[in-house]
């Protein structure tokens, strides 16, 4: 089993539409969560952390699941400019590294 | 602050042949790291430092090698080039373990 693993998409869906990825984990230690968002041919930036209680930016809800190990992203009402890669990213520990998701595409569609 | 800079941009390299990627950041970060991503693979970590002085390998160091003399500079240097290596790598660097890491724009690389 991957460690971090996220369903790859495209996720095709009309602006206005609201939208939910999850991403699963493997690594029951983890303690730390985030999802970031890449644009085409550009770097990766952070989107949000996600914490334990889950929590809310504007549109964007984020929650986790320690007991299933997942995470979850909610967009609501979307914007053309949300089209994008977003990445789910786990870190175990301390110094660890973070780890990864391949990523899932939305694409918002007019 | 400039953040996270990379250079070069781009870079064409024939088998054999021995290159350094430049990676430096102006915002006192002692953590950085050295990810490549490829199509279907995500972003996979090839070496990282906690600091000057200390570095570690990731998940993929063959063919790398990277040192760490300064908290500003993390260069990851290609012994000899393959096409293996064909992929566009990101630097980036956080402040601590559990902050936000910010990425260079990355260097598209390609070997013939």
């Known amino acids: 089993r991957k460690e971090v693993e996220q369903d790859p998409g495209p996720f095709n869906v009309p602006e206005g539409a609201t939208v939910a990825f999850n991403c699963t984990y493997s690594?029951?230690?983890?303690?730390?969560f985030f999802w970031y968002r890449q644009d085409c041919r550009k770097e990766p930036k952070l989107l949000m952390s996600?914490?334990?209680s889950g929590n809310e930016d504007g549109r964007f809800t984020a929650q986790l699941n320690r007991a299933s190990q997942y995470i979850s992203l909610l967009i609501r009402d979307s914007k053309l400019s949300d089209s994008a890669t977003y990445l789910c990213?786990?870190?175990?520990?301390?110094?660890?590294?973070?780890?990864f998701g391949k990523g899932t595409r939305l694409s918002v569609i007019a | 602050n400039a953040g996270v800079t990379q250079t070069p941009k781009f870079q064409v390299l024939k088998t054999g042949q021995s290159m350094t990627l430049q990676c430096a950041q102006d915002?006192?970060?002692?953590?950085m790291s050295w990810y490549r991503q490829d199509p279907g693979m995500g972003l996979r970590l090839i070496h990282y430092?906690?600091?000057?002085?200390?570095?570690d390998q990731g998940e993929v160091p063959n063919g790398y090698n990277v040192s760490r003399s300064t908290t500003e500079d993390f260069p990851l240097r290609l012994l000899s080039a393959a096409p293996s290596q064909t992929s566009v790598y990101f630097c980036?660097?956080?402040?601590?373990?559990?902050?936000?890491?910010?990425f260079g724009p990355g260097t598209r690389l390609t070997v013939l």
């Open positions: 915002m006192n970060h002692e953590y």
């Open positions: 980036a660097s956080s402040s601590g373990p559990y902050n936000e890491q910010f």
């Open positions: 430092s906690v600091g000057a002085g200390i570095t």
């Open positions: 690594n029951s230690a983890s303690q730390s």
């Open positions: 996600v914490y334990s």
């Open positions: 990213v786990v870190r175990a520990s301390g110094n660890t590294p973070l780890v």
